[in-house]
Nanobody
Framework: QVQLAESGGGLVQAGGSLRLSCAAA????????VGWFRQAPGKEREFVGA????????RHAESMEGRCTISRDNAKKTVYLQMNNLKPDDTAVYYC???????????????????WGQGTLVTVSS
C-alpha cells in the first residue's frame, strides 16, 4: 500500500501560480503512476494530469494546456503539479492518486487509481 498526502494549496489571485506536492509513504514510489484530479463545488471530480511511474510520460487535461507541469522525484517520493496563470475556474479541491504501475503508462480515469490523498484546497480569486 501507499499513503498519499497533498500540500501546497491555498489562496491565490488570478494569474498567479501554485505548486502542489503529493508526498507518498509506503512502498517503492517508482512502482506507482500518479494522477491529479480536482473537484470544484457542485461538480464532479475531473482529471487534471498524470505522470508515469518512471516519470518519463505525462499527460494533462485540455483545460490545463500550457498552464501546468507535472514532475516527480522518486527519491523524495513526491510528485509535483505546477500550475501557472491560474483562473477562478481552477478553484477546487485537488487530489493526487496512485496506481501500481512501474512503466511508462499514464492513467486518465479516476476509477483506475487505487490510492487517494485527502486533497488540498486551491482557491483562485478574481
Amino acid at each position: 500500500q501507499v499513503q498519499l498526502a497533498e500540500s501546497g494549496g491555498g489562496l491565490v489571485q488570478a494569474g498567479g501560480s501554485l505548486r502542489l506536492s503529493c508526498a507518498a509513504a509506503g512502498h517503492t514510489f517508482s512502482t506507482y503512476a500518479v494522477g491529479w484530479f480536482r473537484q470544484a463545488p457542485g461538480k464532479e471530480r475531473e482529471f487534471v494530469g498524470a505522470c508515469s511511474g518512471r516519470g518519463d510520460n505525462t499527460r494533462h487535461a485540455e483545460s490545463m494546456e500550457g498552464r501546468c507541469t507535472i514532475s516527480r522525484d522518486n527519491a523524495k517520493k513526491t510528485v509535483y503539479l505546477q500550475m501557472n496563470n491560474l483562473k477562478p475556474d481552477d478553484t477546487a479541491v485537488y487530489y493526487c492518486a496512485a496506481k501500481l504501475s512501474s512503466g511508462s503508462w499514464v492513467w486518465l480515469e479516476e476509477n483506475e487509481y487505487d490510492y487517494w490523498g485527502q486533497g488540498t484546497l486551491v482557491t483562485v480569486s478574481s
